[in-house]
């Protein structure tokens, strides 16, 4: 890759198989710097606290990341040409080109109003991100089970204290921080520059026992069903309790998010790494801790940071790309800091791409046997069609389809350096390509 140039290269990766515009992280000194994009472009950046480390790291906004690809940025020291205004913030206010979000001092939404689509979502009445802590004894299995009851017993959380603790160009946020009971919960709600995503970077210092944390946000979205994440697909459930069997899905797995939307909007719920979703009437729900006494009387006694974030969109869950906001939240860009050299690749390159909103790269990588390429592509909104794959420049000498375990080899047509065929809904496909060498 070529770097050579002024300042301190960074290499920036996408592996997403599409562009995307996001908020790039990583540990560099503290001091007065300016930074270049690709095409010697002087982007937005400040200096945050790492959500996973504590710890100062410089952030930027990187735009048009290039699919399975890499951009690179230069850091060069002392202030810059360009003043980019801040995203606003007051201690129960962010606001950017896209949204303008307002909370208590709980840091419960009380009105998200999102500019695109001219609709506020929540009210003081029907508000966001409400923490509730339940008593949790389900019985025999502990740490498998929840109780239907368990809204009976409740716990409260005191009303928390709200600061401004970032403002700058990528990105400002407002922390919340909520002592209760024996535990300790500090929230920073973030909202990036550009952004149509509102991100709860979230710190609990738990020490509860048979508790239960859950978020909850009230919506007025008419809907029967709430659609969720699963693997290499969706799933749909009732978001109603009109028979024994709906009245059961109190509680129920999902993955990267979960959706309520209805003809004209929606919103979607999404998370880093909790997977218990509950839907009904308007009202979207995840559970964020436990504490069972079984099979582990200490099980989960111990510092948590994760993150969930809401996204309003237009349409419904497909036509607002909630999937590739989720991917965006689960896999940030790779940064690293590289020495400046010639290469014979470009600052800004991409390795593959596909032409396929509704198609996602789910493996890249080694065949296990052989020398080939395995590439593993998922149909994702239930659409099915055709699909064109771009190995940008990589010339193939064969092409195969294969099965999971890689065999069953059945050729595939294929021009220098791309391949086509049809996919059907939420079908996995799976090819085995041999570079030319």
Same mark, same amino acid.
């Given at each position: 890759m070529d770097t050579s140039g002024s300042g301190q290269p960074v290499l920036v990766f996408n592996s997403l198989a599409h562009p995307r515009d996001t908020v790039v992280q990583l540990e560099y000194p503290e001091k007065s710097v300016h930074i270049h994009?690709?095409?010697?472009?002087?982007?937005?950046?400040?200096?945050?606290? &790492?959500?996973?480390?504590? =710890?100062?790291?410089?952030?930027?906004?990187?735009? %048009?990341? *290039? $699919?399975? &690809?890499?951009?690179?940025? =230069?850091?060069?020291?002392?202030?810059?040409?360009? %003043?980019? *205004? $801040?995203?606003?913030?007051?201690?129960?206010?962010l606001e950017n080109e896209h949204l303008k979000v307002t909370v208590n001092s709980s840091g419960e939404i009380v009105s998200l109003f999102d500019k695109t689509l001219n609709r506020t979502f929540f009210s003081a009445e029907k508000r966001g991100n409400v923490l509730k802590l339940y008593e949790d004894v389900p019985g025999k299995y502990e740490a498998w089970d929840i109780a239907p009851s368990y809204t009976k017993v409740e716990f409260e959380i005191p009303a928390g204290c709200a600061e401004v603790i970032e403002q700058g160009s990528v990105r400002s946020a407002i922390q919340i921080t909520r002592p209760f009971r024996n535990s300790r919960l500090v929230q920073r709600i973030v909202l990036a520059r550009g952004s149509r995503r509102i991100d709860f970077e979230t710190f609990v210092d738990w020490k509860e026992q048979q508790k239960m944390l859950k978020v909850r946000f009230f919506t007025d979205i008419v809907t029967t069903k709430a659609t969720y994440d699963i693997p290499f697909g969706t799933i749909e459930r009732s978001a109603y309790r009109n028979n024994s069997f709906d009245a059961a899905k109190f509680e129920v797995a999902g993955h990267a998010w979960m959706d309520l939307s209805q003809g004209d909007c929606g919103l979607s719920l999404l998370n880093d790494c909790k997977y218990g979703f509950e839907a009904f009437d308007g009202m979207m729900c995840q559970t964020l801790l436990r504490g069972p006494l079984v099979p582990d009387p200490e099980s989960d006694q111990e510092e948590h940071r994760f993150i969930y974030s809401i996204y309003p969109h237009a349409g419904d869950w497909r036509a607002g790309h909630t999937h590739r906001q989720a991917l965006d939240l689960n896999h940030p860009p790779d940064a690293v800091l590289e020495a400046a050299h010639p290469g014979p690749l470009p600052p800004r390159h991409s390795f593959l791409q596909l032409d396929a909103d509704n198609v996602f790269l789910e493996a890249l990588k080694k065949a296990e046997k052989s020398d080939h390429l395995i590439i593993r592509l998922v149909e994702r909104h239930g659409c099915g069609g055709p699909v064109s794959v771009n190995l940008a420049g990589l010339q193939i000498a064969e092409a195969f389809e294969c099965n999971l375990l890689e065999r069953e080899d059945a050729p595939v047509e294929h021009n220098t350096s791309s391949f086509r065929f049809t996919i059907a809904p939420y079908q996995i496909r799976t090819f085995k390509i041999q570079p030319q060498l």
């Open positions: 994009g690709p095409s010697h472009e002087e982007v937005p950046h400040q200096f945050i606290t &790492g959500h996973e480390t504590g =710890r100062r790291v410089l952030a930027f906004r990187a735009k %048009k990341l *290039p $699919p399975i &690809g890499f951009s690179v940025y =230069r850091i060069l020291d002392g202030p810059g040409q360009e %003043k980019f *205004p $801040p995203v606003s913030v007051t201690p129960t206010t």
